[in-house]
């Protein structure tokens, strides 16, 4: 058990661009949760996954925000022309569906973005 | 909609007992979480309620009373390093996501 991974760990970029972060869940785990956190803030969710499929999807999630999780196993975050108030640390947390750990969400140490 | 009110900051001495109180707003409660984040950090888990009463874990313990939309965190015997945010969250039933609150700062001094 090595813990959600997530990539990069910082990402500089320019007002405009796009950027894509990446989430490696705990193996056994089906469940993939994203999650945005300002200075002084507590987590936002943005989007869950069971296995593959998109479940929930926050309305924070605008249309230049896009995941996916092609096939049950890692995610990705695409935010495309970014602005700065992406600014923000992106948070990927996973959980399994059943079992005594089913209400925890474990989290990675998450992608720092800075939009410039 | 979900929210969550919770203390913005809590300051104690090593050794002693905190309680952070967290209440919230939710339809259809299925449970309150605690979470502990550090500075830089990723949150971690602490406890979680589905049910009214106290669960204890160490030196951790949360309550719950859900006809009051109430929740604590109860840390004993403080230590250095507790010094960190504390954050409530709930899970409204039929969903899967936190809606978490604003966090606590917990500084425990010397």
């Known amino acids: 058990d090595t813990g959600v991974s997530q990539n990069p760990r910082h990402k500089i970029t320019k007002r405009g661009q796009n950027v894509t972060f990446r989430c490696d869940p705990i193996?056994?785990?089906?469940?993939l949760y994203w999650y945005r956190q300002t200075l002084g803030q507590g987590p936002e969710f943005l989007t869950y996954?069971?296995?593959?499929?998109?479940?929930?999807k926050s309305r924070l999630l605008s249309d230049r925000f896009s995941a996916e999780r092609p096939k049950g196993s890692f995610s990705t975050l695409e935010i495309q022309r970014t602005e700065q108030g992406d600014s923000a640390m992106y948070l990927c947390?996973?959980?399994?569906?059943?079992?005594?750990?089913?209400?925890?969400?474990?989290f990675g140490a998450g992608t720092r973005l800075s939009v410039l | 909609g979900q929210s969550l009110e919770q203390p913005s900051e809590v300051t104690a001495v090593e050794g002693a007992i905190v309680q952070i109180n967290c209440t919230y707003q939710?339809?259809?409660?299925?449970?309150l979480s605690w979470y502990q984040q550090h500075d830089g950090g990723a949150p971690t888990f602490l406890s979680y309620?589905?049910?009214?009463g106290l669960e204890e874990t160490g030196r951790f313990s949360s309550f719950l009373s859900r006809s009051d939309s109430y929740g604590y965190l109860l840390l004993q015997e403080l230590q250095m390093k507790d010094s960190a945010s504390y954050f409530c969250?709930?899970?409204?039933?039929?969903?899967?996501?936190?809606?978490f609150g604003t966090g606590t700062r917990l500084l425990v001094s010397p």
């Open positions: 309620n589905g049910l009214d």
């Open positions: 947390a996973s959980s399994p569906s059943g079992g005594a750990a089913k209400n925890i969400q474990y």
């Open positions: 193996s056994e785990h089906n469940r």
């Open positions: 939710t339809s259809g409660f299925y449970g």
């Open positions: 969250a709930v899970r409204a039933s039929g969903f899967q996501k936190l809606v």
């Open positions: 996954f069971q296995n593959e499929a998109q479940l929930e």
